[in-house]
């Protein structure tokens, strides 16, 4: 009796802890975030959810953002930032980082309410997302730090704007 009980108590634990996102095993419910991105080097995109489906897409960047749509026993349907769509194993996604990929080129503000820029940020580069603020978000990128607006750049998660 008592390993049987050791046996489920196992099973249980491996059962609750294997995906990193916070979202619901199964159906379309999710929580606020509804950004994740990828966790690894390189994740694949299949046409359905399962390893039984082909793969679709294979994503080569680490910390891409994906738009999450639905979920289907730890397998989450997403939206990269070209708008296809394609199914994700859940243990490849993070929801703990905030990335924002710029897609066009985008000025990069010192201050909130700067009027002119100080840099520019180019095609196909990764912002970490710190916070939002009225019509503009705080990245940063390597070293450098400042403000620049989601909605004119690109794509991604954009904490405190409805993102």
């Not at 970490?128 to 998660?157: H, N, Q, T």
Request: glycine letters at 10%; charged letters at 25%; proline letters at 5%.
């Amino acid at each position: 009796m008592k390993k049987i009980f050791l046996f489920s108590l196992i099973i249980l634990f491996f059962y609750t802890q294997h995906t990193s996102l916070s979202f619901a095993k199964s159906g379309i419910k999710f929580s606020s975030p509804k950004w994740a991105a990828s966790a690894k080097k390189e994740i694949n995109g299949r046409t359905g959810p399962g390893f039984r489906h082909p793969i679709k897409y294979v994503y080569k960047t680490p910390f891409l953002p994906f738009k999450l749509l639905a979920s289907k026993d730890g397998w989450y349907q997403v939206q990269d930032f070209e708008g296809e769509k394609s199914w994700i194993l859940g243990l490849l996604l993070t929801t703990k980082a905030d990335v924002f990929l710029v897609t066009n080129i985008c000025p990069f503000y010192k201050k909130e309410n700067d009027k002119k820029h100080y840099a520019m940020i180019d095609r196909g580069a990764l912002l970490r997302v710190r916070k939002c603020s009225g019509k503009r978000c705080l990245g940063f990128i390597r070293s450098y730090e400042g403000w620049f607006e989601p909605a004119s750049c690109g794509w991604g998660a954009t904490p405190g704007l409805g993102s």
